[in-house]
């Protein structure tokens, strides 16, 4: 019976993609590593374990919209579900690598964004969490189908830089921010009523009428 070992050996970001778009690279082996492996279909459930690493003051501070106040962390601090991705393994005897690719967003909604913006440094603990089905050869030549079990698991710790690499890329100097309908209406409106040549411009503006009440 087929028996899939897993783990993460590297990650780095897609280059030139229309999308921002990181590659996992995961080694594959079975035992016995004389079978013949068909295909698998693997899934991969990965998780932010967020407990697994120390946060600077400045990183606390950022990280209060997702986690609350450093005091709360006891409670608050959870391992959060970042992605599912899928990948098609090819054909093989003893083992193989295969690319597991996982899109990203910089949509600052998404809990997974808030989180690695909110670190400046470091690396960010993953956890992929396995399953699927191996199609794979007996030692009769008969083809036999079997399930990848729930307890198959790798870490990896992915360098922060790859992820800002990547969203410097995508999005040069920039962030990506999704507002409700009525709040984008009203700062159109603002923005065309002041005659405000860009969007930077025109919440720029917005803020220092805030400031200007507050100082006030």
């Not at 400046?120 to 399953?131: H, I, V």
Request: hydrophobic fraction near 40%; proline fraction near 5%.
């Amino acid at each position: 019976m087929a028996e899939l070992h897993l783990s993460v050996e590297s990650a780095e970001h897609v280059r030139f993609a229309a999308a921002p778009l990181l590659t996992f690279k995961l080694r594959i082996s079975n035992t016995p590593a004389e079978e013949l492996i068909h295909a698998a279909a693997l899934r991969a459930q990965i998780q932010l374990e967020v407990t697994r690493r120390t946060y600077s003051s400045e990183e606390q501070a950022r990280l209060g919209d997702l986690f609350g106040t450093p005091d709360r962390w006891g409670q608050t601090l959870r391992s959060l579900l970042w992605m599912q991705a899928s990948v098609m393994v090819p054909r093989f005897t003893g083992g193989t690598i295969v690319d597991l690719h996982v899109p990203c967003t910089f949509d600052f909604n998404v809990a997974a964004t808030k989180y690695f913006y909110g670190l400046s440094s470091g690396d960010l603990p993953l956890c992929f969490q396995f399953s699927g089905t191996v199609f794979y050869e007996d030692q009769d030549g008969a083809l036999q189908v079997s399930p990848i079990s729930w307890d198959k698991e790798a870490r990896f710790r992915l360098p922060l830089n790859v992820w800002k690499a990547l969203m410097d890329e995508h999005y040069p100097n920039s962030a990506w921010l999704a507002i409700g309908r009525d709040t984008f209406d009203r700062l159109y409106e603002f923005k065309v009523r002041e005659g405000i040549p860009t969007w930077d411009q025109a919440i720029e503006r917005a803020l220092a009428s805030v400031r200007e009440t507050v100082r006030s």
